[in-house]
């Protein structure tokens, strides 16, 4: 069982960065992949960023290549989002999630409430 509670969401103008922090709890937590998936209005919850057990594997979506970093640190149960040139289609409810590596929803079992980011034009 992992618990997943995500951190540093905001406001934030076009071409800023925010830094996304999602801890965990439960003892497995290093044993499962990580992956960050965003909501807007309206829209389905989309792959954003994801990274193996161990760190070794990062995949991101076309839409954030480039601009997203995403990475893990086990000691601290804690997985990262660095989201930098910020842009208003990026606005969205960001959730982070605990399961196997892939892009898809079902690849994940344990999410968190979510954190929202808001890219002011």
């Known amino acids: 069982q992992v618990q997943l509670v995500e951190s540093g969401g905001g406001l934030v103008q076009a071409g800023g960065s925010l830094r996304l922090s999602c801890a965990a709890s439960?003892?497995?937590?290093?044993?499962?992949?990580l992956g960050w998936f965003r909501q807007a209005p309206g829209k389905e919850r989309e792959f954003v960023s994801g990274i193996s057990w161990g760190g070794a594997r990062t995949s991101y979506a076309d839409s954030v290549k480039g601009r997203f970093t995403i990475s893990r640190d086990n000691a601290k149960n804690t997985v990262y989002l660095q989201m930098n040139s910020l842009k208003p289609e990026d606005t969205a409810v960001y959730y982070c999630?605990?399961?196997?590596?892939?892009?898809?929803?079902?690849?994940?079992?344990?999410w968190g409430q979510g954190t929202q980011v808001t890219v002011s034009s």
């Open positions: 999630a605990a399961g196997r590596y892939g892009r898809s929803v079902g690849d994940y079992d344990y």
């Open positions: 439960g003892r497995t937590f290093s044993t499962h992949s």
